[in-house]
């Protein structure tokens, strides 16, 4: 499936379908990307596959990892009216309750010092 971007079609490399089958599986109310990856790679090898194979070691791509993807696509998703997730907002720092301060050993993986948190809707 494609979408249009600007100029370029990008590729949807996770559906919204898929989106929702995970976080039913997660069964968390609220979570991270890091926390949404980390469940793909040890549950869903074929998706992680797909993420790999299409953001990894891509020169056009580069500086775009999987991560950077599923962060987008989430966000994205939450925006939409039928989304299991509560609407993520951009970031305004000390008023917004979407992101929180992550630790070093997250800083090393994510390369901020802020993530995103995405929320069940009530």
């Keep these: 499936m494609y979408k249009k971007n600007g100029n370029k079609d990008v590729k949807i490399q996770i559906l919204n379908e898929e989106i929702e089958l995970v ?22 090898k074929d998706l992680l596959e797909r993420l790999d194979s299409a953001f990894m070691n891509t020169e056009s791509k580069k500086g775009y990892s999987p991560l950077n993807y599923i962060s987008n696509r989430l966000v994205h998703y939450s925006r939409q009216n039928d989304s299991f997730l509560s609407p993520h907002v951009s970031y305004e720092k000390g008023k917004d ?26």
């Design 23 to 44: 976080i039913n599986k997660m069964g968390l109310n609220k979570f991270t990307v890091l926390d949404f990856y980390d469940y793909i790679k040890d549950n869903e």
């Design 97 to 122: 309750k979407c992101f929180m301060k992550v630790s070093e050993k997250d800083k090393e993986r994510f390369k901020s010092d802020y993530i995103a948190v995405f929320k069940l809707k009530d």
